[in-house]
């Protein structure tokens, strides 16, 4: 079921200069799959520790509980694809141009790491109080980066949006999805996906293609 490992989510890799242990890494690879095959609240932190090749106590000299894990895996990869999204909306063109290549990198992003997509996105309601609301704080900012890219392009008279928080939600759902439904049987490659998204989401903006 692995597709993006998750080290790839941080910046520090392994051995680097302020990197995690590597046992850090496998719990947080084996935290993801277990999550992702069994849902959060279905899997143990053995599951967790085996998937990782070590042993139950082991897991708690790197985090105190199987919560600590899916925050710390939900907050990174929100905070990843925020960055994402803000390199996209930053880049040089015009909102229609920037617009196409933020979907379809955002597209690509959940495609190649649709079991990290799978449980950052669709385990939210496990999260400890105090870590969703960081959560939530990373996604209200990836969609107002939407909104505010949309409104740019309304402004230039590239898009025709009735009500742009509703678009931008729209815009956000339909790469989030992929991560659900995208497998390595799907037809199209990750990056197929992201042209063809792209032409959608500007076609649903009402741009002229």
């Given at each position: 079921?692995?597709?993006?490992?998750?080290?790839?989510?941080?910046?520090?890799?392994?051995?680097?200069?302020?990197?995690?242990?590597?046992?850090?890494?496998?719990?947080?690879?084996?935290?993801?799959?277990?999550?992702?095959?069994?849902?959060?609240?279905?899997?143990?932190?053995?599951?967790?520790?085996?998937?990782?090749?070590?042993?139950?106590?082991?897991?708690?000299?790197?985090?105190?509980?199987?919560?600590?894990?899916?925050?710390?895996?939900?907050?990174?990869?929100?905070?990843?694809?925020?960055?994402?999204?803000?390199?996209?909306?930053?880049?040089?063109?015009?909102?229609?141009?920037?617009?196409?290549?933020?979907?379809?990198?955002?597209?690509?992003?959940?495609?190649?790491?649709?079991?990290?997509?799978?449980?950052?996105?669709?385990?939210?309601?496990?999260?400890?109080?105090?870590?969703?609301?960081?959560?939530?704080?990373?996604?209200?900012?990836?969609?107002?980066?939407?909104?505010?890219?949309?409104?740019?392009g309304v402004g230039a008279g590239l898009f025709?949006?009735?009500?742009?928080?509703?678009?931008?939600?729209?815009?956000?759902?339909?790469?989030?999805?992929?991560?659900?439904?995208?497998?390595?049987?799907?037809?199209?490659?990750?990056?197929?996906?992201?042209?063809?998204?792209?032409?959608?989401?500007?076609?649903?903006?009402?741009?002229?293609?």
């Open positions: 079921m692995t597709s993006t490992p998750i080290a790839d989510l941080w910046p520090a890799r392994p051995g680097g200069a302020d990197a995690r242990p590597e046992a850090a890494y496998r719990l947080l690879q084996a935290a993801v799959e277990s999550f992702a095959e069994r849902g959060f609240h279905a899997t143990t932190t053995r599951d967790i520790a085996t998937g990782a090749g070590m042993s139950p106590a082991a897991l708690y000299i790197h985090y105190p509980s199987k919560a600590a894990l899916l925050a710390e895996i939900s907050r990174t990869g929100h905070a990843a694809t925020l960055a994402l999204v803000r390199a996209a909306a930053a880049r040089d063109g015009d909102a229609a141009d920037r617009m196409r290549r933020l979907v379809e990198e955002f597209t690509v992003w959940h495609a190649r790491g649709r079991t990290v997509g799978r449980v950052v996105n669709y385990e939210l309601h496990a999260l400890p109080e105090d870590a969703y609301a960081v959560v939530a704080a990373l996604r209200l900012d990836i969609e107002r980066e939407v909104t505010t890219l949309i409104e740019e025709v949006v009735p009500e742009v928080r509703t678009a931008a939600r729209a815009v956000t759902s339909l790469g989030i999805d992929v991560s659900r439904w995208y497998t390595d049987r799907s037809s199209e490659t990750p990056e197929e996906l992201g042209r063809r998204y792209g032409e959608l989401v500007l076609r649903m903006l009402g741009a002229r293609l």
